[in-house]
Structure formats: structure tokens, C-alpha cells
């Protein structure tokens, strides 16, 4: 599996992923003509190193679409066409991850390696939602404390205490009700979704194909519910429970569990005698766990300065590092060289980039606003005391942190929507992909997403541990059942199971 610094950044910061520093596609000035039945203007904006003939566009929604003929924001569009015009069937959307994830990004960054999977079956399109990348964005004004990726994720205290949580959460939110405005307000699932079926009506598509990841997910999985005739071919890779008493606050609270599921993948592969000088951690995998909870504990006490001045080595850093690392096995090298620097007396520990900089004010506000704007937060606080000392002790990699208060628990604005509840209702059209130990949306989730679904769907698991499986963890078994399913509409009758033969690959 391979994961860009943009993804391990961005899938860091929840069940989801923030946009990051991904170079994105820019909208020159000289447009090409539109396209008759798109109503679209597309203009080319091919990268270097990105798949060839991407073009942009820009779609005007509404801010509001109780007020349709308001106020209008702009989302940023991206597409490949189909390179086999004779063979093209339709459209398949990419729905990016977050919330806050950009899919022009994700666009260029797998859009070649998906054509080549196609066959010319669709154009290929995806877009940056509503406070992302290229389309219209918001700000909180947050201090650059506030934006520090440790400080957005409500670490405990090294006692457990949450009082500086409390007091961050609330200024942040305060901050977003002071200056986010209405574009700030109007972020949300239920809004994407709207958005898309926009989206689908200006490129001149009766029906839509789609691949959503991660929170992505959840997306597809809103708009199969609210507009089943308009879905074809629907791939959700790496879902979470889409209980709609648990969206969000729920995600974030099973990356606990998910952290535990995955903890072994790295345990045994830092103790592998194969690894590299200064990435082998111990001799038995299982002294691997206890060596990591010494060493953040041992930084709660006396942080250790790193090579970013400003940016000390603490126990939650550290913590945080490894979520970000679980990600994906091709991280494992860089959070054991970190492990073993901070190890050493005199040793000077380098942090990944995310964890060496205050987010971008737009991408926090994205995120924060998505997560928000979606259900409402329990407002008392000594729940959320009790919830973080009781997963401390069942779940020391995260140290209580998924249960924590957050922005959302001071949130001004009641949701504008009910969160969905997802039901088998509707064509049974989906198939989902699930690693079986993923940190971030940990199987059990899933499981809740395929009940949910019923015959709506079936379920490809992969014996693999990370996030994301189709055309990133390298499982041949169930990257070729998602391209037969999108080329030919064929899908396995009964649920399968992939077995793995990419764990632990250094």
C-alpha cells in the first residue's frame, strides 16, 4: 500500500481525511468551449507527473438550497475523459474522503492508474466539496495553536485531565461562530450530497457510477438513500457505522478499537530481523507495544525537542504519529526511525510534516465545520470525563483521545439536517471493500454499514491491515472484483473473503 504525505496527513485527523499538500490543479485563464450537454466550461489543467488530458471546471451551487436563487459558491470539478469513446458507458464520481478531502487531488493522484482499469468504460470525475482546495472555502481565524494537528484532536492530558480540551474546544468553536459565515454553516453531508446530484445534472448523467473512500463513504452511501434511481454501479471502500446516532462522534470513538486491531501489523514487522539498521524496535513482536507506551509516557513527562523548533517530541505527538502511521505499512519505516530517535539521549527526533506545522485555516475550518454541522454533540461535560478514563484503560494507544470533547461539544447552530438513516431500500447495486484491520474505520464498523445495506450490497473483505483497499493495498483478489463489478456489472452473489498476501511487505 502506499500512502502520499497529503493522504497520511489528511486521513489523520478522524475517520476521514483533511486536504493537505497535495500540488492541486489550477484553472488557467484560456477556456475551452463547453461541452453542449454538460453545461460545464472545461479547461485543461494537466500537472506534471498527473495522468494526461485533466480538465476543470467550475460548478455555482447554492449556499442554501432551501434558498436555491440566493447566494451561489463555487466547487471546483476536475475529469478524464474516457479514452475508448466507443466503450464509454457513463460516469463513475470519485467522492473523496475527509471530511475535507480534496478530489481533484485524489484525481490526479490515481486517476491514471483507474483509467488503465476502465477500459474507456467511463470519463472520469471528481470535485473538492464545499470548503476545500480550489472551491470555495471559509475561516475560523483559529490560532495557530488551535490548527496544530495534536492540538484539533483532543489529546488528554498525560494524567488524563481534559480541562485544556475543554477550554480549546470552546475557542474554536467560538472562533468558527464568530467568522466562518454562512458558507462555514452550510458544510455538511447532507449538503454534499445535494451538491452531487448538481454535480450529476450539469454533466447530462440520468444515473452516476461512484467510488467513495472513507468518509467518502458515507457520502455514497446518503445520496444511494435519498436518490436510489439516480445510482448505477456504487463501490464504498472503507466504511464506517453509519448508525445515525453515531455518525461522526461515533467514527471517531472506533478508532480506538481500530488502533488495537492494527498495533500488531506494526509489532511484528518492527521486530522483523530483516528490518533495516535503526527500524528494528525489538527482537518479539510482543515487546513492541510495551517499549511504544514507555516511551510516551516517558514523553508526557519530559518532552524531547525535535529538529522543528517550536514542535517538542510529546507523549501525544508521538501518539499521534502512530495513527498517522497505521495508515498505511509504507509508513512504518519513518515512525520506528522517529521511536528510535527519541530513544537515544542525544538523539533529535524528526516529526512527520503534519506534525511539524499548523493546519491551513481553510482545511481546518472544512473539517471542523463537516463534523459539526452534521449531528449534534452531547453538551455535558462529565460523560466525556468518565468516557476518557475508561478508554485510557482499555485502549492506552489512544489515551482516551476518540471520546474526547471536541469544537462540536460548544456548537452554536443546531444541525440543518437530520443525520440519514441508511436501509436496504433501494437497487442492489453496491459493493463494498473493507481491510479487516483498519485503523480508522475498524471492521466492525463496516459490518454495521453492510447490515444496514442488507441485500443492498455485498462485502469484499481483505485480510490486510490499513486504510483504503481498492488500487492501494495491492490485494489482486479484490481489486479485480471491484473492476469487474464497475466494467461489468458483475458482483459476487454472496459476500467474499481475499486473503492477503501483501502483510507486513516493508
Not at 191 to 215: C, F, K, M, P, T
Not at 264 to 286: I, N, Q, T, V, Y
Request: hydrophobic share 35%; proline share 8%.
Amino acid at each position: 500500500m502506499t500512502t502520499s504525505p497529503r493522504r497520511a496527513w489528511a486521513l489523520a485527523l478522524c475517520a476521514t481525511v483533511l486536504a493537505g499538500s497535495l500540488a492541486l490543479p489550477t484553472i488557467p485563464a484560456a477556456a475551452t468551449a463547453a461541452t453542449p450537454s454538460s453545461g460545464l466550461n472545461w479547461r485543461s489543467c494537466e500537472k506534471p507527473g498527473g495522468p494526461a488530458g485533466q480538465e476543470c471546471a467550475e460548478l455555482s451551487v447554492p449556499v442554501d438550497y432551501r434558498a436555491p436563487h440566493g447566494r451561489q459558491l463555487t466547487l471546483a470539478v476536475s475529469r478524464l475523459r474516457s479514452d475508448r469513446p466507443a466503450a464509454r458507458r457513463g460516469t463513475l464520481l470519485l467522492i473523496p474522503g475527509g471530511p475535507g478531502g480534496s478530489g481533484l487531488g485524489e484525481l490526479q493522484q490515481k486517476g491514471t492508474a483507474l483509467r488503465g482499469q476502465m477500459a474507456g468504460a467511463y470519463d472520469l470525475v471528481s470535485f473538492d466539496p464545499r470548503g476545500v482546495g480550489g472551491s470555495t472555502t471559509a475561516n475560523c481565524r483559529l490560532r495557530a495553536d488551535d490548527r496544530d494537528l495534536v492540538g484539533m484532536r483532543a489529546w488528554p492530558d498525560a494524567d488524563g485531565a481534559i480541562t485544556e480540551n475543554l477550554i480549546r474546544s470552546r475557542r474554536i468553536a467560538e472562533a468558527c461562530d464568530r467568522h466562518g459565515g454562512p458558507v462555514l454553516r452550510s458544510m455538511s453531508t447532507a449538503n454534499e450530497v445535494r451538491d452531487i446530484d448538481r454535480l450529476r445534472q450539469a454533466l447530462g448523467e440520468d444515473r452516476l457510477s461512484a467510488w467513495g473512500v472513507s468518509y467518502g463513504t458515507y457520502v455514497g452511501a446518503v445520496y444511494a438513500q435519498k436518490y436510489p434511481a439516480r445510482t448505477d454501479r456504487w463501490v464504498l471502500d472503507s466504511s464506517g457505522d453509519p448508525d445515525p446516532e453515531r455518525v461522526e462522534r461515533g467514527w471517531l470513538a472506533n478508532m480506538a478499537r481500530g488502533a488495537d486491531d492494527r498495533f500488531p501489523d506494526f509489532a511484528a514487522w518492527a521486530a522483523d530481523p530483516s528490518r533495516a539498521k535503526g527500524e528494528r524496535l525489538a527482537e518479539h513482536p510482543e515487546d513492541v507495544r510495551p517499549l511504544f507506551l514507555r516511551l510516551a509516557a516517558e514523553l508526557d513527562r519530559k518532552p524531547k525537542e525535535s529538529t522543528t523548533p517550536g514542535f517538542p517530541l510529546t507523549g501525544n505527538r508521538l501518539r499521534q504519529a502512530l495513527q498517522m502511521a497505521l495508515y498505511d505499512d509504507s509508513s512504518f519505516p519513518q515512525l520506528a526511525q522517529l521511536i528510535q530517535a527519541a530513544r537515544q539521549p542525544d538523539g533529535h527526533p524528526a516529526l512527520p510534516a503534519a506534525l511539524a506545522r499548523p493546519l491551513p485555516q481553510a482545511d481546518a475550518a472544512a473539517t471542523i465545520a463537516t463534523i459539526c454541522n452534521d449531528a449534534r454533540w452531547p453538551a455535558a461535560i462529565p460523560p466525556y470525563r468518565r468516557a476518557v478514563a475508561l478508554d485510557r484503560a482499555r485502549h492506552p494507544l489512544t489515551a482516551g483521545m476518540p471520546v474526547n470533547v471536541a469544537a462540536c461539544t460548544f456548537w452554536k447552530d443546531a444541525p440543518a439536517d437530520n443525520p440519514t438513516r441508511i436501509t436496504a431500500d433501494g437497487p442492489s447495486t453496491i459493493l463494498m471493500v473493507q481491510n479487516l484491520r483498519d485503523p480508522s474505520t475498524p471492521y466492525a464498523g463496516a459490518l454495521k454499514m453492510r447490515q444496514a445495506l442488507g441485500d443492498r450490497a455485498r462485502l469484499v473483505t481483505v485480510g490486510h491491515g490499513g486504510h483504503g483497499v481498492y488500487l492501494d493495498n495491492g490485494n489482486a483478489c479484490s481489486d479485480r472484483t471491484v473492476t469487474t463489478f464497475l466494467t461489468t456489472g458483475k458482483r459476487p452473489q454472496r459476500d467474499v473473503h481475499c486473503a492477503d498476501g501483501t502483510r507486513n511487505a516493508g
